[in-house]
């Protein structure tokens, strides 16, 4: 996958989204500054959310549509808490410039066929799919026929459903797919994330994998690199303290900082699938044990325990050859401290 000049896939830098959803907090100026606090702590990309309550749900107060299962946002309606969550559609436009002259990627979750009409006018590089929509196909149809790269959140999903959804998306023209291991809790709990599914799915799907990260802290993200995750997308907030609907499992700018930092200093330590001998690790070699001459022999003594021993360093001959040597003869005299080689033995 590419979006935009950055290529996505095992054995490139892993790409870090910054995930501003309702952080906005209904602010211009506060969007502005998450992009460039984004950009700051080394994001590879922002990305926002496209929709209205109106193209989510509908306004209601019967119990379907009021939030009770033990989220944040409890005894809420839904049209409510999308009212307050969801980001000004006029932004965007002016967002993605302000974004592009920064020099970090912006795209979007698009929600409905309106939104992906809105940012193909935008001409976003890439659209995401958020879990809860994975099992609107018809979605899904609509933004793979724009042949952009396409990323689909996990969620919840069954495989049977994600296959569904992978499918739909390659039949409708995207050939550039990847998918997010996500667990649609807020905040997600560590015992819950299963990250050892990421290499699965890479292996299933044959697609970039990556996380979309609601825990605390940056383990889950670091975790999800090491298991060959191409891509992490963490919530961002200027200060939890903010209060917004999205800002208590959020990070804030300096933790979004070491993330990447970590996150980077990781992919120096992955190296590759093979096994490698590094330029300072060769230079140590040399304090490797060998077979060397403990007490000084005579020409034509035999070598026996008492006098030849397998000691650091590795000037001698390897030690695997010390019991072929035991019983041999001197061919010369040998000093106590001399490395024993095959042209001292007869």
């Given amino acids: 996958m590419q979006i935009n000049s950055r290529k996505i896939g095992l054995g490139q830098p892993t790409y870090i ?17 998450l992009i460039k606090a984004a950009k700051e702590a080394g994001a590879d990309a922002v990305k926002v ?19 009770q299962r033990g989220t944040l946002w409890d005894g809420r309606t839904l049209y409510d808490l999308y009212q307050e ?9 002016r967002l993605k410039r302000y974004a592009d002259r920064l020099g970090i990627d912006f795209f979007s979750s698009a929600f409905d066929p309106t939104s992906v009409d809105f940012l193909e006018k935008m001409n976003v590089p890439a659209f995401k799919i958020a879990s809860f929509e994975l099992v609107d196909i018809p979605l899904i ?3 793979a026929k724009t042949k ?5 959140s996990t969620g919840m999903a069954s495989l049977g459903e994600i296959k569904e959804a992978v499918l739909a998306a390659r039949r409708a023209g995207t050939k550039q797919i990847a998918l997010l291991k996500c667990t649609s809790a807020y905040p997600a709990p560590l015992d ?5 599914v990421i290499p699965f799915l890479i292996r299933e799907f044959n697609v ?5 990260d609601h825990t605390m802290g940056s383990v889950a993200a670091l975790g999800a690199v090491a298991l060959g995750a191409s891509i992490i997308e963490k919530h961002f907030t200027l200060s939890r303290k903010s209060k917004g609907p999205d800002s208590v499992f959020s990070a804030e700018p300096a933790e979004l900082r070491q993330m990447v930092m970590d996150i980077r200093a990781l992919e120096q330590s992955l190296g590759k699938s093979s096994i490698l001998i590094g330029k300072k690790e060769k230079k140590n070699r040399i304090f490797r044990r060998s077979l060397f001459v403990i007490k000084n022999i005579a020409r034509g003594e035999k070598f026996s325990a008492d006098n030849v021993r397998s000691i650091r360093p590795a000037h001698g001959l390897k030690p695997k050859f010390l ?6 003869t001197a061919r010369r005299s040998l000093k106590r401290g001399s490395p024993l080689s095959h042209s001292a033995i007869l």
């Fill in 323 to 328: 019991k072929k040597v035991i019983g041999r």
């Fill in 148 to 152: 952009k790269p396409m990323i689909i």
């Fill in 17 to 33: 989204i910054a995930e501003i959803s309702a952080n906005h907090n209904r602010g211009f100026s506060t969007a502005q500054e």
């Fill in 208 to 212: 970039p994998v990556g996380l979309s």
């Fill in 192 to 196: 819950e994330m299963n990250l050892r």
């Fill in 141 to 143: 149809e609509k933004i």
């Fill in 49 to 67: 959310q496209t929709y209205t309550a109106d193209t989510l749900t509908i306004k209601s107060e019967k119990r379907y549509f009021k939030i």
């Fill in 85 to 93: 969550a969801s980001m000004p559609w006029e932004w965007q436009p």
